[in-house]
């Protein structure tokens, strides 16, 4: 007969096994933080860097040249609004104020797409410090909505 310690034993590691097979194993994201430079950020075909913040900021601020502006809200809105941009895109960045915002959503948007996003680190306060960025006034063509 069994005894209690070994057959606790045996049904926690049992437990912890199936926890692990459903819940424990992530899948990797495709999300990428990179440290790219204002140089590294310009238009180019393929590129669609998207800025996610809100009106607001884009107004204190100004936008980096050719960014295209959307808040974030989900990946199944941005994937609804940004559609024939995103299927055109080689490559998708995504730009904050800080790099927190960006960071969540290209995991979130690596995930729904099942593809390579980037984060661009340190958002704008980032690049503003590095003195580089070239900014314009935000504009309705740009894609802001109070413009």
């Known amino acids: 007969m069994m005894s209690r310690r070994v057959l606790f034993g045996t049904v926690a590691a049992a437990t912890a096994t199936s926890a692990y097979a459903l819940f424990g194993r992530a899948t990797p994201t495709k999300a990428v933080s990179q440290d790219r430079f204002a140089d590294d950020l310009k ?52 730009l904050c104020r800080s790099g927190n915002r960006s960071s969540s959503a290209a995991r979130s948007l690596a995930d729904h797409l099942n593809r390579e996003i980037i984060d661009v680190a340190g958002g704008m306060i980032r ?21």
């Open 127 to 147: 690049l503003a410090h590095e003195g580089k960025a070239q900014v314009v006034a935000p504009t309705k063509a740009m894609g802001c909505t109070v413009c």
């Open 43 to 94: 238009p180019r075909t393929g590129r669609l860097l998207v800025d996610i913040r809100e009106p607001l900021e884009w107004q204190q601020t100004g936008v980096l040249i050719g960014a295209r502006l959307h808040s974030w809200r989900s990946a199944e809105n941005f994937v609804a609004a940004l559609a024939d941009e995103i299927a055109r895109a080689d490559e998708i960045l995504l």
